[in-house]
């Protein structure tokens, strides 16, 4: 999406920029929602902004979640429906997508060392962890539910959603295989 000029919409139809929007240093790619309608962009200083898909208007923002920055593409998931973010300082949050209110259910923000980017699966979100971990949190309250031990920095996890399991790679260099739900 980023292109030359800064932050921005391609065309890709028509090979031109839709829009632009200067939002900082963006350092991941933005989300969307599931109706492609919201764009999520996050930035180095911590600050979460929604726009709007087509014009690049500004729905919300910025919204503050610490100085550390983020880590990570936010991600959308439509029970809730909530936007999920990780910072580079420690904490995965849980926001209201529609306005960047902290999401029904969830009181604080998960504390974990160095959390990868979050991934929701069923009715969880996992997460890896510097501290040797992955991490799964009911997705209604942030409940922990189950933890598997790596025993190195776990990466960013994806789903199987075919076989029900959840893959990570750590910094132990083997990639490991989990059933869910934990």
């Given amino acids: 999406m980023a292109d030359a000029g800064g932050d921005g919409a391609v065309n890709i139809a028509a090979g031109t920029r839709a829009w632009q929007f200067a939002s900082g240093h963006v350092a991941s790619a ?37 100085a550390t920055g983020i880590y990570g593409t936010p991600t959308w998931h439509g029970n809730g429906p909530r936007l999920y973010l990780s910072s580079k300082g420690g904490k995965v949050y849980a926001l209201d997508p529609v306005n960047g209110d902290t999401a029904a259910g969830w009181t604080d923000p998960i504390t974990i060392g160095q959390p990868s980017n979050p991934v929701v699966f069923n009715q969880g979100l ?39 399991r959840i893959y990570a790679g750590a910094a132990d260099g083997r990639i490991y295989a989990f059933t869910t739900p934990f």
């Fill in 30 to 66: 933005p989300g969307t929602n599931g109706a492609e309608s919201a764009v999520y962009v996050v930035n180095e200083t911590g600050s979460l902004y929604a726009l709007n898909a087509s014009s690049g208007a500004v729905l919300y923002g910025p919204v503050s979640l610490g």
């Fill in 126 to 164: 996992y997460v890896g962890s510097s501290d040797g971990n992955l991490y799964e949190y009911a997705i209604t309250s942030g409940a922990q539910t189950g933890v598997r031990a790596v025993g190195s920095t776990v990466g960013d996890p994806v789903v199987d959603a075919y076989l029900w």
